[in-house]
């Protein structure tokens, strides 16, 4: 059974960081692509970012240079540091594994706001 449990979201102000984590248990994390989505209210859920099993990152372009994605297999762990955060990072922001068949896990979601 695999849980994925999302920490560090909050309020930030524009220019501001927050550092979002996702523990996750099982025995998938290190062999699974892990990735970060975000949900805003009315707007479908997109990719911010993801990384996989062998470290290799993939970033949506309007975070680029601004979100860094990052995992520590040994802690079954998944990081996302966001920096220069804007009011439209506003989100829902979802931790998701993908498991070797392609199956799909997901966090319950956190909310991340910065304010204006």
């Known amino acids: 059974q695999v849980q994925l449990v999302e920490s560090g979201g909050g309020l930030a102000q524009t220019g501001g960081s927050l550092r979002l984590s996702c523990a996750a248990s099982?025995?998938?994390?290190?062999?699974?692509?892990a990735g970060w989505y975000r949900q805003a209210p009315g707007k479908q859920r997109d990719l911010v970012a993801d990384?996989?099993?062998?470290?290799?990152?993939n970033y949506a372009d309007s975070v680029k240079g601004r979100f860094t994605i990052s995992r520590d297999n040994a802690k079954n762990t998944l990081y996302l540091q966001m920096n220069s955060l804007k009011p439209e990072d506003t989100a829902v922001y979802y931790c998701?594994?993908?498991?070797?068949?392609?199956?799909?896990?997901w966090g319950q979601g956190i909310q991340v706001t910065v304010s204006s």
């Open positions: 998701n594994l993908e498991d070797p068949w392609r199956y799909d896990y």
């Open positions: 990384i996989t099993s062998g470290g290799s990152t």
């Open positions: 099982g025995n998938i994390f290190n062999f699974a692509v």
